[in-house]
């Protein structure tokens, strides 16, 4: 009985998967994990680290100020932030899942509903950054 | 392949650190789904946006606020922790254990840093004065 999984002695061997089993999503969940670092540092720096030295209360005209200083960094991170974080977090809810559900059919149901779901907030999560870019043009005019 | 099939998980820091890898991740999901609810009262306009913003920023919220940013720091240092296991890296694996701990420490760490931070530097905790 070969019992080496786990073990603190085992020497890690590599493995080739076949693609198309899930190595698409288990990349892609390790692409995002690298683009949160980056993307998530730099909105905890813009957004917070400039805010507790500045110590001013969270409003619009706050926000809008961010876009009007810094807007190529704002547009490009809070893109890539929303991608990268709605992808990452629902396809980590869709492993927890299929570590509990076996079922072919419910998890095929399961990853279209993650992807409807994933397809919705991006929708909506563009318009919320279009509406505050938009709004920002003509609070300033 | 069969023989995974049998085995438990004896307990362990490696299973610790699993297990709060996953409790953390799912409030996160949690957590990004409620702020982008939060702040698409941007589409409807700027007052409801502000409202929509103001409600979470009572004290009780920063609090939450700082709890997310102890969760964010687990969940980020023990993600560079699993991405070094599988970026091929034999020894990341062997010290596996150290590691966790090392991830656990700078957590607690960075986390006492950023609570001292919040309590000292942000004026709407207590007062809302402009900068």
């Not at chain 1, 813009?46 to 500045?54: E, G, K, Q, S, V």
């Not at chain 1, 960094?73 to 992808?87: K, R």
Request: hydrophobic share 50%; charged share 10%.
């Amino acid at each position: 009985m070969e019992r080496v999984v786990g073990s603190a002695t085992a020497q890690p061997q590599p493995v080739r998967v076949a693609p198309g089993t899930g190595t698409y999503s288990w990349l892609l969940q390790r692409v995002t994990a690298y683009g949160l670092i980056v993307f998530l540092t730099v909105h905890m720096i813009f957004n917070h680290y400039l805010d507790l030295r500045t110590g001013s209360k969270l409003t619009f005209e706050l926000v809008n100020r961010r876009f009007y200083a810094y807007p190529v960094i704002y547009a490009v991170n809070d893109i890539g932030l929303l991608t990268c974080a709605l992808f990452h977090g629902l396809n980590g809810v869709r492993n927890v899942i299929y570590d509990l559900v076996t079922n072919p059919v419910a998890r095929r149901v399961l990853t279209v509903l993650v992807i409807l779901v994933g397809l919705y907030f991006l929708y909506d999560g563009s318009l919320t950054l279009l509406a505050l870019a938009q709004m920002q043009n003509s609070a300033g005019s | 392949m069969n023989r995974t099939i049998g085995d438990r998980y004896r307990g362990g820091v490696g299973m610790l650190a699993w297990l709060l890898h996953r409790l953390s991740g799912l409030a996160l999901v949690g957590y990004l789904l409620l702020h982008l609810y939060d702040l698409r009262a941007a589409q409807q306009s700027k007052a409801a946006f502000d409202q929509a913003l103001a409600f979470f920023q009572t004290p009780f919220w920063k609090i939450m606020d700082l709890l997310l940013v102890a969760v964010v720091l687990y969940h980020t240092l023990n993600g560079i922790r699993l991405l070094l296991f599988d970026s091929g890296s034999t020894r990341a694996i062997r010290y596996q254990r150290q590691l966790f701990w090392l991830a656990f420490g700078l957590t607690i760490a960075i986390f006492l840093f950023s609570a001292v931070m919040v309590f000292t530097h942000l004026p709407s905790i207590t007062t809302a004065t402009s900068g």
